[in-house]
């Protein structure tokens, strides 16, 4: 169980790390620019988007690990327990 945590939390680090750092220099650039256009928003909007979907697929990939390494350690369980 320790592991199947271990894995989640450092998929998601490897994800949500780059973005937080991605989107605060993107904001601090557009803020020291005097604002952002219409056309930047709509740029930001997609980014935003697909970075929301990059992590709804690294939610399901950390979910599918977790997944396999309880049924790993049940298995181990289970042949020791034999």
């Known amino acids: 169980?320790?592991?199947a945590l271990i894995v989640a939390i450092v998929f998601?680090?490897?994800?949500?790390?780059?973005?937080?750092?991605?989107?605060?220099?993107?904001i601090s650039i557009k803020l020291l620019r005097g604002g952002a256009?219409?056309?930047?928003?709509a740029e930001d909007s997609k980014i935003i988007q697909e970075?929301?979907?990059?992590?709804?697929?690294?939610?399901?990939?950390?979910?599918?690990?977790?997944t396999i390494l309880l049924d790993r350690d049940k298995r181990d369980r289970h042949h020791?327990?034999?």
């Not at 998601?12 to 993107?26: D, W």
């Not at 929301?52 to 979910?63: A, K, N, T």
């Open 1 to 3: 169980m320790k592991e």
């Open 80 to 82: 020791e327990n034999l």
């Open 37 to 41: 256009t219409r056309k930047d928003q």
């Open 51 to 66: 970075i929301y979907q990059g992590l709804g697929r690294m939610e399901e990939r950390v979910e599918t690990l977790e």
């Open 12 to 26: 998601g680090s490897f994800v949500l790390i780059p973005a937080v750092i991605g989107g605060t220099i993107v």
